[in-house]
């Protein structure tokens, strides 16, 4: 064995838990250990590596990795720690460290408590696998408790992520609790006022952009001192309000004042990465905090959500946008501007996509014209409606329709056309074999088939997960929004959204308007 003064050592320190700026007394006691050991051993230290708050269960240690890059170097030959469990907690790296990588790059390796030294033949040796694979169900063991813990508290209502959400802030004498940023609170008001007036994520998210509105990662990354890496993160680091972050503010339950929260989890104890849990999984407590805005306003802005999100954004705006649907396919219509002609016609989106396979009819119609007896079929059911003699005694009735049976009605509506987009996948595939069509095209339509048939089957998860109040309608604000429908020449989308749920335009021209309230003629 060569001299001990031949050996370049490295003292390797390491603490899973966070302390700050300021080491602990762990640390201090790990590094007053070690230094004694080579004092008493004359060994020549050449480096200390240190990593305070970093868990053993995997090795992204930003020392751990400095220390294994000097050995590449040559710069260390020997690492000493406290005992195996500071070197890693993960059986299978730590393994393969000792058994592998120090033996074939000539390393030693010293856990002074357990007895271990890779240099010298004894039994500690031999049983360093055993306690690699005790220090890794420590490990799990500790893992479980802190995993039961949160969920403890979740369930209990308490608030546990490490960042709060846009509009609250830790309550300073509760960090579990939330309570109102009144600055950011006023920007989530104005976020749900312009959804309100019937406008689209885009929309508002340009809207806000250019009212040099600050985004949630601005504040964000003022205050943890950090930066976005992602595009749309970086974005919002500018200023820029984007689509997804107008979204995630306007389905966020926590602004009616309950906690949303176990939406994901690790795949295990050893990783970072998450996957999403299914929103039965959730951990919902009402009523936790105060609430930014009232519930009533929140559950009928979810209402209303459906009728913008997936209006694109076109040069021409069109009234009834957004409300149309097929009422014989039940898929959306869209509304298309032909230049040539300079008139605007209205095509069942499904026919469209599909036309090929005779899946639905072209509905075709001049939008100007259609707007104008939709309108006038409006104005009529909203006079009707005034009629006090007709609704006095149904008038306390009026609610909004059961979304249970709404939500039922479009899973069933969706469930048929998955079954035909299948049918037609499978007709797709015999006219690839049979030389109809050849590889290429096949497997662009068999693409954009499967595309449409997992976003269905996304749409009818989140159908069944969804749970909307079916709140009364407050019978004097229906009551305002008719006056002010009636007195308008050219009535405003706000009014029109708030009165008419869908449009159902059928191939042989017929029209059924689903309102808001219950029409009682």
């Known amino acids: 064995m060569i001299g001990n003064n031949n050996f370049k050592v490295g003292l390797y320190i390491r603490l899973s838990r966070d302390d700050g700026n300021i080491e602990s007394d762990s640390i201090i006691s790990q590094r007053g250990l070690l230094n004694q050991y080579v004092k008493e051993n004359n060994y020549n230290v050449v480096d200390e590596y240190v990593d305070d708050g970093f868990t053993g269960t995997n090795f992204e240690r930003p020392a751990f990795k400095r220390l294994i890059r000097d050995t590449h170097l040559g710069k260390i030959n020997m690492i000493i720690t406290k005992d195996m469990s500071r070197l890693g907690r993960d059986y299978i790296g730590t393994g393969e460290l000792i058994e592998k990588y120090f033996p074939n790059?000539?390393?030693?390796?010293?856990?002074?408590?357990?007895?271990?030294?890779?240099?010298?033949?004894?039994?500690?040796?031999?049983?360093?696998?055993?306690?690699?694979?005790?220090?890794?169900m420590y490990a799990k063991d500790i893992s479980k408790k802190v995993k039961t813990?949160?969920?403890?508290?979740?369930?209990?209502?308490?608030?546990?992520?490490?960042?709060?959400?846009?509009?609250?802030?830790k309550d300073p004498n509760n960090k579990n609790h939330l309570v109102i940023n009144k600055e950011q609170a006023e920007i989530v008001k104005l976020i749900f006022a312009l959804a309100l007036q019937g406008n689209t994520y885009h929309f508002i998210a340009g809207e806000l952009t250019k009212r040099k509105i600050k985004t949630p990662a601005s504040y964000y990354s003022y205050i943890w001192n950090t930066k976005c890496i992602n595009k749309n993160c970086l974005s919002q680091d500018k200023g820029v309000w984007v689509d997804t972050t107008v979204k995630a503010i306007l389905t966020n339950q926590i602004y009616a004042g309950d906690i949303v929260q176990g939406k994901t989890k690790k795949i295990n104890y050893k990783l970072k990465k998450t996957i999403k849990n299914n929103p039965d999984d959730y951990i919902v407590v009402l009523n936790t905090h105060?609430?930014?805005?009232?519930?009533?306003?929140?559950?009928?802005?979810?209402?209303?959500?459906?009728?913008?999100?997936?209006?694109?954004?076109?040069?021409?705006?069109?009234?009834?946008?957004?409300?149309?649907?097929?009422?014989?396919?039940?898929?959306?219509?869209?509304?298309?501007?032909?230049?040539?002609?300079?008139?605007?016609?209205?095509?069942?989106?499904?026919?469209r996509t599909y036309s090929k396979y005779h899946v639905c009819t072209t509905h075709t119609n001049n939008y100007e014209i259609l707007e104008r007896v939709i309108l006038d079929n409006i104005k009529d059911v909203c006079h009707k409606y005034l009629d006090k003699e007709k609704i006095k005694n149904s008038i306390e009735n009026i609610k909004f329709e059961d979304n249970t049976l709404k939500l039922k009605k479009q899973i069933e509506s969706l469930e048929i056309t998955n079954n035909?987009?299948?049918?037609?996948?499978?007709?797709?595939?015999?006219?690839?074999?049979?030389?109809?069509?050849?590889?290429?095209?096949?497997?662009?339509?068999?693409?954009?088939?499967?595309?449409?048939?997992?976003?269905?089957?996304?749409?009818?998860?989140?159908?069944?997960?969804?749970?909307?109040?079916?709140?009364?309608?407050?019978?004097?604000?229906?009551?305002?929004?008719?006056n002010e429908f009636l007195l308008l020449e050219n009535p405003t989308r706000e009014l029109i959204i708030n009165l008419v749920e869908k449009i159902y335009i059928y191939q042989d021209k017929r029209i059924d308007i689903i309102f808001t309230f219950k029409n009682t003629t």
């Not at 007895?115 to 031999?126: P, S």
């Not at 813990?149 to 802030?169: E, Q």
């Not at 040539?340 to 499904?350: D, E, F, L, V």
């Not at 499967?450 to 604000?477: A, C, L, P, R, T």
């Open 149 to 169: 813990s949160l969920h403890s508290k979740m369930k209990d209502g308490l608030y546990v992520s490490g960042r709060c959400p846009f509009g609250y802030m």
């Open 105 to 136: 790059n000539n390393i030693r390796y010293i856990a002074i408590n357990d007895g271990i030294d890779t240099f010298i033949d004894n039994t500690n040796n031999d049983i360093a696998p055993f306690k690699a694979i005790m220090n890794d």
């Open 420 to 482: 035909k987009l299948t049918e037609n996948l499978d007709k797709t595939y015999m006219d690839r074999l049979k030389g109809i069509i050849d590889e290429s095209q096949y497997l662009r339509i068999s693409e954009n088939i499967k595309k449409e048939i997992d976003g269905n089957i996304k749409y009818i998860d989140d159908f069944k997960n969804k749970q909307i109040d079916s709140n009364k309608i407050d019978n004097k604000k229906i009551e305002k929004y008719i």
């Open 290 to 351: 105060e609430a930014i805005i009232d519930r009533d306003t929140f559950n009928y802005v979810q209402t209303l959500l459906p009728k913008n999100v997936k209006r694109p954004e076109k040069k021409r705006f069109y009234l009834l946008d957004g409300l149309l649907y097929c009422g014989d396919c039940k898929h959306r219509i869209t509304i298309r501007y032909q230049s040539k002609t300079g008139r605007s016609y209205t095509t069942c989106n499904y026919y």
